[in-house]
Each structure stands twice: as C-alpha cells, then as structure tokens.
C-alpha cells in the first residue's frame, strides 16, 4: 500500500532563517507531488505541484520554492523565511492516471517568529 | 474568479440524526467534486468522488449530491457518530488533465460535531 511521510511534524523558526521540509511517497511510482498551505479557517492553498523528476509548477508567487529530485521525494524551502510563511504545510500525491483523488501526508506545522 | 463556500459555522448535531453539509461554487464548471475529511492537526482524508453527470454517490452512511444547475454539491452523514466530528472539505476539480495534473480548488471547511 501508498504511504506518505512529511517532516518535521512540527518547526519553529525565526525570520530570515532558511526551510526545508521534506515529503516522501511510498508505494508508487511516478506520482503526481503538491505542496499547500492551510491558514487557520482557510482552503487548502495550492503553492507548487510536479508531475516528473526536476518538473516543477509554480501556482501562486512566493518566498517558497520546490524541488523534486528524486521520484518520490518532493522538497519545499526558502532562503530566507517571512513572517507570513508560518501556516501548516502539506504535501499530497495523486496518480498520474486514471484517479483523481488527492492523498495527503500528515503535514508540518511551521512557525516563523 | 472562482469561488466556492462552505458553512463558516460549525454544524451541531445530535448522534443518530443526518448531517448536511453545503458547498455552493461561482464562477467554475467542476467536471467532478470531491469531499474530504479533515481531523485537527491532521491532514485530508479523501472520502468521495461525483461527476458532474452523476446526481447522487453513496459510499456506506455517506451521500453526496452534486446539482450543476445550482451550482452545489450536498455532503450526508446518516446516522451520525461521534467518531464522525470532524472538518469536512470540498473540492472542485475541472477534470483537465495538463500533463497528468488535476488542479483541485478547495473550500475552507465546515467543522461537524456530532454529540452523544
């Protein structure tokens, strides 16, 4: 079976410190990666998605990026963090095909202050 | 631009009635909805999937309803649990598939619970 992992689970940082967060699919092969952002009372906020190795989507301009360098490993950072970028990170996968459902790891909890 | 609403109040039930919640979308022709559970401090659990040529999906105490015409898609829980608190979210999916990827533009959630 599918299975996802994000971490850390939960992250304290001050601004103008870097990010990484890292997520892991196992279980599949070639899936599609995204990663969101939920604000408290908010949807889910698209911010990248990736549908290959080194293929990276853009949705919404930021002070965050993504990298996938592997096939199952999808990487969110920034250089330097804003207050503005605390929220709860998390990353999802779909198959390329045939479904369209969208399974989510557990998520980070990041706090910038 | 799109835009799609989910009851901002949380819902209070009492266990054993039917839940029903509501999302309602503007600006948007969704090819297919879904619904999602989502616990606190936890992330979504993918629950159901409607087309837009279905009227009615059930899977075991759960039935969606997506009316295009309205532009809403109704999320039942009967005979409703405890165990079935929860923040439920919608999700509109146009069905376009741009090199594999299905973009999915999610409400803020409707918060139930459910009391013995």
């Known amino acids: 079976s599918q299975t996802i992992h994000q971490w850390p689970a939960t992250l304290v940082q001050p601004v103008g410190s870097p990010l990484s967060l890292e997520c892991t699919v196992e279980?599949?092969?070639?899936?599609?990666l995204y990663w969101y952002r939920q604000a408290a009372g908010r949807g889910l906020q698209l911010l990248f998605y990736?549908?290959?190795?080194?293929?990276i989507s853009s949705e919404v301009p930021q002070n965050l990026s993504a990298s996938r360098p592997q096939d199952r490993q999808f990487i969110l950072s920034s250089k330097k963090l804003l207050l503005s970028d605390s929220g709860f990170y998390l990353c999802?996968?779909?198959?390329?095909?045939?479904?369209?459902?969208?399974?989510f790891g557990p998520g980070t909890r990041l706090t910038v202050t | 631009s799109q835009k799609i609403e989910q009851n901002s109040e949380a819902l209070n039930i009492q266990e054993g009635k039917t839940a029903t919640l509501t999302c309602n979308y503007t600006n948007y022709s969704p090819a297919y909805l879904q619904w999602y559970r989502q616990d606190p401090g936890r992330g979504p659990v993918f629950l159901l999937l409607i087309r837009e040529n279905e009227k009615e999906k059930r899977k075991e105490r759960l039935k969606v309803t997506f009316d295009t015409t309205l532009k809403q898609s109704l999320f039942h829980i009967t005979a409703s649990q405890p165990a079935d608190s929860a923040t439920y979210l919608c999700?509109?999916?146009?069905?376009?598939?741009?090199?594999?990827?299905?973009?999915?533009?999610f409400g803020a959630g409707t918060r139930l619970a459910v009391h013995p």
């Open positions: 990736s549908v290959g190795i080194g293929q």
């Open positions: 999802a996968w779909s198959a390329g095909t045939g479904t369209r459902e969208q399974y």
């Open positions: 999700a509109l999916d146009r069905g376009l598939f741009s090199g594999g990827y299905n973009k999915l533009i």
């Open positions: 279980g599949t092969s070639n899936p599609n």
